[in-house]
């Protein structure tokens, strides 16, 4: 059996606590842009902003529905649009034990890739304000390859620029159609970080960043026991 001398990690909701840097951010704009004075409430501004950027999609339609529900003047549409590309990554969140665990996982000397979806000067711009970029051996933005997750093809690059196969690696991801399903289907062991439980495309289920040596050095075992 191949022993595992990679891990492949997901970025947003795995790596990074998107949830709680959106809100960092909502808050953020709410104050830089005054935005109590169109009438609105901050919790709701927060809570309605945090959920449409959830959601994949071109951030400028994302603020033509935050502009309409909110009745915000369009004037500040540029502003506020340009502050999100240039400033959110300040706000960027990684969960806890996120250094320590890369740092453990390094020591070990497994290969560390990362996949993610999105801009490229966006998703790297968070990559760097979280202190992670020099663990990483290989990093693929989708925008920057011309692939998207789930396609397997993305997939496939990662592991031909780790070198490594699919047989000796583990991805680690919280979106089961778009991470957990495309790397089993190849071949990967995988850990999906949620707090649901087991199913045909997750070995592990973990939403703790601090166990994810243990799993991996469990996966070792069982391949070398």
Do not use: C
């Amino acid at each position: 059996m191949n022993k595992i001398t990679a891990v492949i990690f997901d970025l947003d909701q795995t790596l990074l606590d998107k949830h709680q840097s959106l809100i960092g951010f909502a808050n953020h704009q709410f104050d830089t842009f005054a935005l109590a004075a169109f009438g609105i409430a901050r919790e709701e501004f927060v809570e309605r902003f945090t959920e449409m950027n959830h959601v994949v999609r071109p951030k400028e339609d994302v603020y033509m529905d935050l502009f309409e529900l909110f009745a915000i003047d369009r004037a500040l549409f540029p502003a506020m649009l340009e502050d999100l590309n240039g400033n959110f990554s300040e706000y960027a969140i990684g969960y806890p034990g996120l250094l320590d665990m890369l740092s453990e996982l390094k020591k070990a000397a497994v290969k560390l890739g990362m996949i993610t979806n999105g801009r490229a000067f966006y998703q790297r711009n968070k990559i760097r304000a979280l202190g992670i970029e020099g663990y990483f051996d290989d990093i693929i933005i989708s925008e920057a390859v011309g692939l998207r997750k789930p396609d397997p093809a993305i997939f496939q690059l990662s592991l031909s620029n780790l070198n490594v196969s699919a047989a000796e690696t583990v991805f680690i991801g919280d979106n089961l159609k778009k991470d957990m399903i495309p790397a089993k289907e190849l071949g990967m062991r995988t850990i999906w970080k949620q707090t649901a439980g087991l199913n045909e495309y997750t070995d592990m289920v973990s939403d703790n960043l601090a166990e994810i040596p243990m799993l991996i050095q469990r996966f070792i075992q069982t391949k070398t026991g």
